[in-house]
């Protein structure tokens, strides 16, 4: 039998988390059970390499995957369509202009699955991390009608993806365009993407061991991006 689950109790320090190199293998990464959802928590467990993934039925559950998904910004891959699609500016795009409605489209039920990981209390916990400077999103509009964006937690030059949804054809993909084209510009040095898949993949993420994103997390998140980061309402 492995070591029993740790568990966190809500009146522990925020940063109350074994080291990653504890977390099970399987499920894959899942680490400690408990705690809440605070904004010191969550700034904790991020910068410590440690995200919340649970549904309704469950505990809050952290995880620390081993390989993680990662994307450089300058390793952003576009493809012809997604080409065609950017330069017939399909999409207006703002940033920060709509967090709550993006949670809340990536929280949407979708095709071919019965519920979803983003809670009643996860969308509470990121919408008051929005509010404290944490959180942002991208939104893709058209016309007047939310049809696509992204949105994570932004700390020292990294950000932490946590989830995206589209409506029309290539939205998700041209947000994720317009944030590592934005944070390469703004001096971020890596995105998180968590779980790794083929959407991600084809956009130019890949797989890394858990100890040396731990390593990137030590320098980067300790380091400041420019000052003009998450200033810009809109970028096209």
């Not at 699609?85 to 999409?91: M, P, V």
Request: hydrophobic content about 40%; aromatic content about 10%.
């Amino acid at each position: 039998m492995g070591s029993p689950l740790y568990w966190i109790r809500a009146n522990k320090v925020a940063d109350d988390f074994p080291d990653t190199s504890e977390a099970l293998t399987e499920p894959d990464g899942l680490l400690a059970a408990g705690g809440d959802l605070t904004p010191e928590r969550l700034i904790a467990a991020y910068q410590n390499g440690i995200f919340p993934w649970f549904s309704d039925q469950q505990p809050i559950l952290w995880w620390a995957p081993d390989p993680r998904s990662v994307m450089y910004p300058d390793g952003l891959k576009i493809s012809r369509s997604l080409r065609q699609t950017l330069k017939r500016k399909a999409f207006n795009i703002t940033i920060d202009q709509a967090f709550d409605q993006v949670v809340r489209g990536c929280a949407a039920p979708r095709r071919n699955q019965s519920g979803t990981w983003i809670t009643a209390s996860m969308m509470t916990a990121y919408e008051n991390l929005h509010r404290h400077g944490y959180a942002h999103s991208i939104e893709c509009w058209a016309a007047d009608k939310l049809v696509g964006g992204l949105y994570g937690v932004a700390i020292g030059q990294v950000f932490f993806g946590e989830s995206m949804f589209s409506e029309r054809t290539d939205a998700s993909k041209v947000a994720m365009v317009t944030l590592a084209t934005s944070l390469l510009e703004w001096g971020y040095k890596l995105i998180d993407c968590q779980v790794h898949n083929a959407h991600l993949a084809s956009l130019g993420a890949i797989k890394i061991r858990r100890c040396e994103f731990d390593a990137l997390l030590s320098s980067f998140c300790a380091s400041s991006p420019d000052r003009a980061a998450w200033t810009i309402g809109a970028s096209s």
